[in-house]
């Protein structure tokens, strides 16, 4: 079975410039997620898609931070512009569904592994 | 709001030793519980995970761990580690529809 694909592995940019990871979860997999791993944390919750819809994103810096899923398949997130905070892995995960009893794993990509300048 | 609180953010062990990290949370409500580990070089990956029952579950590798609901804890423990147990572990807490991590442990086995 494929696992979660993610790309780029590694990004490098300059402040205020725009980024954009991709992510290509499990066949059949209806729940995505992206989460932010900044060095010597835990990952946090970015933002949750259940199919093409959002489920949470109560911790997306909206004014910067923007993702999609277009077709209930693939996302993207993308930031613009980028602050030095921003650096950190980007890590995708994907579940098969998603419900308030769900006690399913998640199954997660390698990461983009994003520096800011 | 969930929060998870691990206490240990690095440990040294020898090989052969026992290892128990600590992992407590807070909720109010139902929780399913998990440890994440993640190898050097290697994407997380799900090493137990409790959601109800027997509150002792036991994971891959030879982990287990102990959902004591009047702490709030789910350590994870193993009676004897292997250098091949060098990684990160993170304990996380699933509330309503939420999924949060705890900021890891780095365990260092030593031969």
């Known amino acids: 079975e494929a696992g979660v694909a993610q790309s780029p592995r590694y990004k490098i940019i300059e402040k205020r410039q725009s980024v954009a990871f991709w992510c290509n979860p499990i066949?059949?997999?209806?729940?995505l997620y992206w989460y932010q791993q900044i060095l010597g944390q835990g990952p946090k919750l970015l933002i949750q898609?259940?199919?093409?819809?959002?489920?949470?994103d109560s911790q997306l810096p909206k004014d910067r931070f923007s993702a999609e899923r277009l077709k209930g398949v693939d996302s993207t997130l993308k930031i613009q512009p980028a602050k030095l905070e921003d650096s950190a892995v980007y890590l995708c995960?994907?579940?098969?569904?998603?419900?308030?009893?769900?006690?399913?794993?998640?199954?997660f990509g390698s990461g983009t592994q994003l520096s800011v300048l | 709001a969930q929060s998870v609180s691990q206490h240990n953010h690095h440990v040294i062990l020898s090989e052969a030793a026992s290892l128990e990290l600590g992992c407590n949370y807070s909720?109010?409500?139902?929780?399913?519980l998990f440890w994440y580990v993640q190898y050097p070089g290697q994407h997380l990956q799900l090493l137990l995970k409790?959601?109800?029952?027997?509150?002792l579950v036991k994971g891959i590798k030879g982990f287990e761990a102990e959902f004591i609901k009047s702490k709030f804890s789910f350590n994870l423990r193993k009676p004897s580690v292997q250098w091949s147990d060098t990684a990160e572990y993170f304990c996380?807490?699933?509330?309503?529809?939420?999924?949060?991590f705890g900021a890891g442990t780095r365990l260092a086995v030593h031969p």
């Open positions: 409790y959601f109800s029952g027997d509150p």
């Open positions: 898609f259940q199919n093409n819809g959002v489920v949470d």
């Open positions: 996380a807490v699933k509330g309503y529809n939420k999924l949060i």
């Open positions: 995960a994907s579940s098969p569904r998603q419900g308030r009893d769900s006690n399913e794993k998640l199954f």
């Open positions: 909720y109010g409500g139902t929780v399913n």
């Open positions: 066949s059949g997999h209806a729940t």
